[in-house]
């Protein structure tokens, strides 16, 4: 199932600089869109969404912007902090009137924020 | 902050044996997920309740799996049968009627041994 996807596994910044994680996604039935944090042993996160009817929402420090047309997301984390550092998860959803939203999974990106 | 809450953290069971792994969702959310993420792969969608039922399953949710919301606060998935490759981490979210607030858990280490 590759309706999600991460390309890059791992990502290091310095602190204090910008995180951009990226994720692509094949399906156009989705319309909304999720980022996850996830730390070893825990469940994920939620940290922001979007609803394909924007192209920007904006939280703090985070920010996730949709390209539809390309079919990509991205989640830009600014001044990254040391205590980001974890497994960054993209996850999409189409909406279903009976199940409400099946999320489907990126692979993760690993983010190190160093100091 | 609600949150959805997962008992056991981690469970250590016998091949063949059947385990219940349970869940408390959050208490208004109406929809309630079981997911699992085999180590190293991708978190994986089993199955969505709603209403009492289930609203959808994938193609791992087959007859050796079941869900039950048996007295309207728990929410639990069994295992039948257990097999080596059903050791994974598996994680049980809710959302509310606005489809806000996607929470999960923080998950039940099933280990098969």
């Known amino acids: 199932d590759q309706q999600v996807k991460q390309n890059s596994p791992s990502l290091s910044v310095q602190e204090g600089r910008i995180s951009i994680l990226n994720c692509d996604y094949t399906?156009?039935?989705?319309?909304?869109f999720l980022w996850y944090k996830k730390y070893p042993a825990e469940g994920p996160t939620f940290l922001i969404s979007?609803?394909?009817?924007?192209d920007k929402n904006e939280d703090g420090r985070f920010t996730v912007f949709l390209n539809k047309s390309a079919k990509h997301l991205s989640l830009h984390i600014v001044p990254s902090q040391p205590g980001d550092s974890a497994v960054y998860f993209c996850a999409a959803s189409a909406v279903r009137e009976t199940s409400g939203s099946r999320l489907t999974f990126g692979e993760g990106t690993q983010l190190t924020v160093n100091p | 902050e609600p949150e959805v809450t997962q008992t056991p953290s981690h469970q250590v069971t016998q091949m063949g044996q059947e385990v219940i792994l349970r869940c408390v969702p959050i208490s208004n959310h109406l929809y309630f997920y079981w997911y699992r993420q085999i180590l190293g792969q991708k978190v994986e969608f089993l199955v969505s309740f709603y209403n009492n039922e289930i609203s959808e399953k994938s193609e791992i949710f087959d007859d050796q799996f079941s869900v039950e919301r048996p007295d309207g606060s728990n929410f639990t998935l069994k295992i039948r049968s257990t097999k080596l490759e059903d050791s994974a981490m598996y994680f049980c979210a809710s959302m509310g009627p606005a489809r806000d607030g996607y929470t999960f858990g923080s998950g039940t280490r099933l280990t098969v041994v």
């Open positions: 979007i609803s394909s009817i924007k």
């Open positions: 399906n156009s039935m989705f319309d909304y």
